[in-house]
């Protein structure tokens, strides 16, 4: 039998939650339409809420019915995966509870069933989880030769490096790395996979991607939306924390790594973490230079945000990378909630050599610049220079662009949850993050952290529905 076609329980801790019901519900519905799924499944749900199998499914069928389009046939079919279990995080009765439920599915079905367990819970949660996982024995597997045990955990993994490496240490004394998978939903999208194709499958641009050829690089991650419901989660993590130690890190590795020996899980993994090691820490008398914080007006008053909070909206961070390839070409990462519009993208910008042939009005230099869009457009832009038609030699910038939806008419992609979670069924761990990736990425991310806290660089507040040029202004006037 194939590994991901054995009998596989699922257990959700926190299944009653945000992350259920907008991200795992319709992943696992895909993935059960299009009959990716073991044969033998079962999803079990556990959390706090006082609720019976039955309350369970009824909830699960809402959460299909409002996500996916479905008939209600499939929706009552879907629900007959789940069932729950009801105990709290700290108390040791559920995990006992759970670990009856798995005997009792192994019995039933006359193997010894893989199992994998689901952190869809706030990071506050994981040290005590961790700890009562391992007291009840929930997570050893029968035996080495039957069955996987597999633990997903959600970013962000820690608040800082400290609490990265105990987190680490707690997992790994429970687990071995291939059994741990580290979620960023950014490596599972459809543009981000992209970009390992982009970057070694066309070898005109192989020369070039490096210090020699590039001038620049800026990763930018922007949102219109401003913390909406989740400003519990969100106060005190603060956007370079969200979004800027985990999808922009990770974005850069990509964008910055070696040709790896192989197309495959280790050697990706190991090459990204490469350049994440490369990342220079910036110190407490530099980060008003090189890493600069907003909030956006009216934050403080957004549901479950303290009033005072100094916690930031916006990063605008200037680094560069320690290596042989990339030494001294700036690297610019940025990143704000409450921006004037939505956009993930990474632009490139390439050098053009001195001496040139330059257009004679101010030496100006024929820049290429290759915009490659993660979100919401999907796709490619590279500028070439063209000569305008016409009996004067004048030359003019026009952009040869990629459009992923127009190319592969598709409407949507899948999303990245679906694609992770089978993945972590079929034991591939490509698209997760490694130990080292995350330590490597808290090691540089603390340093700003702690210049921030020693209040090296002024929070600046910038109106609601900025753009990103305006934002960088009035953050460079007021330092
Ligand atoms: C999440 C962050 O990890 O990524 C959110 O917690 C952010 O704050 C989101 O909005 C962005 O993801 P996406 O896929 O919508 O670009």
């Known amino acids: 039998m194939e590994k991901n076609t054995l009998p596989t329980v699922f257990v959700i801790l926190g299944a009653t939650g945000d992350l259920m019901r907008q991200k795992l519900i319709p992943a696992l519905f895909h993935l059960y339409k299009e009959k990716s799924l073991p044969e033998l499944f079962q999803v079990i749900g556990f959390s706090k809420d006082d609720l019976d199998k039955d309350g369970f499914r009824h909830m699960v069928r809402e959460m299909t019915q409002a996500k996916v389009q479905a008939t209600q046939e499939e ?32 019995k039933e079905w006359k193997v010894c069933s893989n199992k994998l367990f689901y952190l869809a819970v706030p990071p506050q949660h994981y040290k005590t989880i961790f700890e009562n996982l ?98 519990a989660f969100y106060d005190g993590l603060g956007a370079l924390r969200d979004v800027g130690q985990n999808h922009l890190l990770q974005l850069l590795s990509l964008f910055c790594m070696e040709t790896p020996l192989k197309f495959d899980g280790d050697s990706l993994r190991r090459e990204r973490a490469k350049v994440l090691k490369a990342l ?88 290429n610049v290759l915009h490659y869009f993660i979100q919401p457009k999907e796709g490619i832009a590279m500028s070439l220079w063209v000569k305008k038609p016409g ?53 540089f991310v603390d340093s700003i952290l702690r210049g921030w806290g020693k209040t090296k660089a002024p929070l600046v507040v910038y109106p609601k529905g900025a753009s990103a040029i305006e934002t960088k202004l009035s953050l460079a006037v007021d330092n």
């Open 75 to 106: 929706i009552d079919s879907f629900s007959k995966f789940f069932v729950y279990e009801q105990g709290t995080f700290e108390k040791e009765e559920g995990y006992q509870k759970l670990a009856e439920f798995l005997g009792y599915k192994d």
């Open 134 to 231: 391992a007291s009840s024995g929930l997570t050893k597997p029968c035996s080495k030769e039957e069955g996987w045990t597999r633990v997903i955990v959600e970013k962000p993994f820690g608040k800082d490096l400290q609490t990265a490496q105990e987190l680490d240490r707690m997992l790994g004394a429970l687990f071995y790395e291939e059994q741990i998978y580290r979620m960023d939903h950014y490596l599972g999208k459809e543009t981000v996979q992209n970009i390992l194709a982009f970057r070694f499958s066309n070898s005109f641009l192989q020369d070039s991607w490096n210090k020699k050829g590039v001038e620049q690089i800026t990763i930018r991650l922007l949102e219109k939306e401003g913390v909406g419901e989740r400003g």
């Open 280 to 367: 220079p820490t910036i110190s407490t008398d530099d980060i008003k230079t090189y890493a600069k914080r907003g909030q956006y007006e009216g934050y403080g008053e957004e549901k479950n945000v303290v009033q005072s909070s100094n916690t930031e909206t916006y990063f605008s961070i200037q680094t560069s990378l320690k290596n042989d390839t990339w030494e001294g070409v700036p690297i610019l990462l940025e990143s704000g909630k409450g921006m004037k519009e939505n956009l993930v993208e990474v632009e490139v910008v390439f050098r053009h050599p001195t001496p040139c042939l330059c257009p004679s009005e101010a030496n100006k230099h024929y820049h």
């Open 391 to 443: 009996p004067i030699m004048t030359i003019e910038e026009k952009a040869f662009t990629f459009d992923y939806k127009s190319a592969f008419g598709k409407e949507e992609f899948a999303d990245p949850y679906e694609r992770l979670l089978l993945n972590c069924i079929q034991g591939d761990q490509t698209l997760f993050v490694s130990t080292e990736e995350i330590m490597a990425s808290w090691k």
